[in-house]
């Protein structure tokens, strides 16, 4: 089994239907595609209710593997699109992946 070192795992967190933009920045900043995940959330800027119930907001995860060297730049570019300084818009954060297997433009570049 060959595995691979030197990469970051992005992960991306936004309101419904805000993923394709995450994933067309990522990729013209270098990386090569990412995986969309949904999920429900709630948050200190999501207390909406309807007839006295609360509402949990639909979400999308965009889990991005991206070598370190690319890392900056494609978070930076995350972040411009999905316009995530400004309250409420979502969070996108890093995690190191200490070793990953089965991607194949990566056995090709190797």
Known sequence: MSLHEGYDLIITIVKKGFSENILKASREAGAEGGTILF????????KAKIMGIPIEPEKEIVFTIIRKNLTNKVVD?????GKLT????????????????GICHVTEEL
């Open 39 to 46: 999920g429900r959330g709630a948050g200190i800027h999501e």
């Open 77 to 81: 570019a995350i972040v411009k699109a």
């Open 86 to 101: 400004e309250p409420g818009k979502g969070i996108c954060f890093v995690l190191e992946v200490k070793q990953v297997a």
